[in-house]
């Protein structure tokens, strides 16, 4: 079992459609982020919040939206997304970058 | 140019054998950390070993242990005694400066490993 817990594991949803996923980690650590993985490639950094403000934007396109609701919760909001926003989605946390980011089991995401 | 580069798409070993995975880095910032992670087929990123810049010993975790020549600028990866659940890809990652929170890894391409009974 992972300390960060990420849902839902698989989500299939059509590209008109709402959906968010959601990250929870309760170890303290004050750095989240969010990577995209495609298959056999390595995790692509896509968001991170430092403290709860978001600090790094890696230019991603404005159907993902993330929320640092609080220290333990982050969530990627999802919109109008494209066939090829299919993907592993993966969630980390650390306390500070001398640590190892904890990651977790990541939401399988499929567009139809 | 790449910041991680790990040369071996795939790597190949029996049980019970040990197997070094490649990396390498490059940085102009003095103070850094090398990271490397291990992903099953299922997709959790799982951390193994961590090595500071400053770090005067080679770290080691259990079958782990992390070959650091900073001079080469290399930070191979050592698993001692393979086993069967060791098949996975692996990636080698770095942090770049003094590790405030919130710092990004950069990662390496990967390396998958096959290990054969």
């Known amino acids: 079992d992972t300390e960060v817990t990420q849902t839902p594991k698989h989500l299939v949803m059509g590209m008109t459609n709402k959906k968010s996923l959601k990250c929870e980690q309760h170890?303290?650590?004050?750095?989240m982020y969010w990577y995209k993985q495609k298959a056999k490639k390595p995790p692509e950094l896509m968001f991170v919040?430092?403290?709860?403000?978001?600090?790094i934007n890696e230019s991603v396109p404005s159907r993902f939206s993330p929320e640092c609701p609080n220290s333990s919760l982050l969530n990627l909001h999802l919109h109008a997304l494209q066939p090829e926003d299919s993907a592993l989605y993966l969630c980390?946390?650390?306390?500070?970058?001398?640590?190892?980011?904890?990651f977790g089991d990541g939401t399988r995401l499929s567009i139809l | 140019a790449q910041k991680i580069t790990q040369t071996q798409p795939g790597m190949f070993v029996q049980e019970k054998e040990a197997v070094t995975l490649d990396c390498t880095y490059d940085?102009?910032?003095?103070?850094?950390?090398l990271f490397w992670y291990k992903q099953p087929s299922s997709g959790e990123m799982i951390f193994l070993i961590y090595?500071?810049?400053?770090?005067?010993q080679n770290a080691t975790e259990g079958r782990y242990s992390l070959n650091f020549q900073k001079a080469r600028k290399s930070a191979n990866l050592v698993i001692s005694a393979s086993q069967l659940g060791d098949s996975a890809m692996y990636f080698c990652?770095?942090?770049?400066?003094?590790?405030?929170?919130?710092?990004?890894?950069?990662f390496g391409k990967g390396t998958t490993l096959s290990v054969s009974s």
């Open positions: 980390a946390s650390s306390p500070n970058g001398n640590q190892p980011q904890h």
């Open positions: 170890m303290g650590h004050r750095a």
């Open positions: 919040y430092s403290y709860e403000k978001l600090s």
């Open positions: 940085t102009s910032d003095p103070s850094y950390g």
């Open positions: 090595q500071g810049s400053y770090d005067q």
């Open positions: 990652a770095m942090r770049e400066g003094s590790g405030q929170a919130g710092t990004a890894l950069i």
